[in-house]
């Protein structure tokens, strides 16, 4: 599985963005998708996910209601969408798929095998 992610950008406090995370090679119904986020001199940290199937939703408590997480199988590609940003959201963000079948480590970044390059949040206070 090949993962693209782009959407990133320069954006105020309090703006929006949407990221996206384009797949290829396998369908993303059969995955589990998550959305990392790395900050310089930070470990990567989990921001979203959806389990395969795409029903289920996990959000780390920083950003639970202000991003969503989204699919469209037609187009095999994932999205973040990023509301009410804030500085502390600037970071380098990452999508990730895997097929781990635990809940528990939906979580955890090494649950995930395929990764993408990441692309660059950054909000101005």
């Known amino acids: 599985v090949q993962l693209q992610a782009s959407g990133g950008g320069l954006v105020q406090a309090g703006g929006s963005l949407r990221l996206s995370c384009a797949a290829s090679?396998?369908?993303?119904?059969?995955?589990?998708m998550g959305w990392f986020r790395q900050a310089p001199g930070k470990e990567r940290e989990f921001v979203a996910a959806?389990?395969?199937?795409?029903?289920?939703?996990y959000y780390s408590d920083s950003v639970k209601g202000r991003f969503t997480v989204s699919r469209d199988s037609a187009k095999n590609t994932a999205y973040l969408q990023m509301n009410s940003l804030k500085p502390e959201d600037t970071a380098l963000y990452y999508c990730?798929?895997?097929?781990?079948?635990?809940?528990?480590?939906?979580?955890?970044?090494?649950?995930?095998?395929?990764w993408g390059q990441g692309t660059q949040v950054t909000v101005s206070s």
């Open positions: 990730a798929a895997g097929a781990t079948q635990i809940t528990s480590t939906i979580r955890n970044p090494l649950a995930y095998s395929y």
């Open positions: 090679g396998r369908t993303f119904n059969n995955l589990n």
């Open positions: 959806f389990r395969r199937g795409g029903v289920a939703t």
